[in-house]
């Protein structure tokens, strides 16, 4: 017997990581015909989905420099993810974490991504930075 909420929840993973990649320009052009989908499996900017190692849960994509917490919930817990998005990214050794809610019935696009303001202006302070 499957477990219908973990299965929900990694298809709501794999919808953003494809969405993310194509959006990157990561993936080669007609990636859902193709055997392989990456431009360059070794690229370090492509999403990727990591593997749960160890006690400490590192999120379920990571965009670097940004370790996603991906929810796809009836009900939405914003302070919650946001907490949980930031723990795993200090895990993972990420300075970033955000939480990319699904929006419910609609498109993957529509789905919002979420932080706190503090880390919205340590982003903003990055961004800055590269000028």
């Known amino acids: 017997m499957t477990n219908r909420a973990k299965a929900k929840g990694t298809a709501w993973e794999r919808e953003a990581r494809h969405y993310l990649n194509q959006a990157l320009g990561q993936y080669v052009d007609h ?7 990456w431009k360059d499996p070794h690229d370090p900017d492509n999403v ?6 160890g006690a400490k849960d590192v999120g379920d994509l ?8 991906c929810k796809a919930e009836r009900s939405i817990r914003l302070a919650d993810y946001v907490r949980q998005a930031k723990r795993e990214a200090a895990h993972a050794g990420f300075p970033f974490g955000v939480a990319v ?3 419910p019935r609609r498109r ?3 789905a919002y991504a979420v932080m706190d303001l503090v880390t919205f202006g340590r982003v ?8």
């Open 31 to 37: 990636w859902k015909d193709a055997a392989y989908p």
């Open 101 to 103: 809610v699904k929006a």
């Open 48 to 53: 990727v989905r990591p593997a749960q190692t």
């Open 62 to 69: 990571h965009a670097r420099p940004f370790v996603i917490e």
């Open 124 to 131: 903003l302070q990055a961004l800055r930075n590269l000028d």
């Open 108 to 110: 993957v696009e529509d």
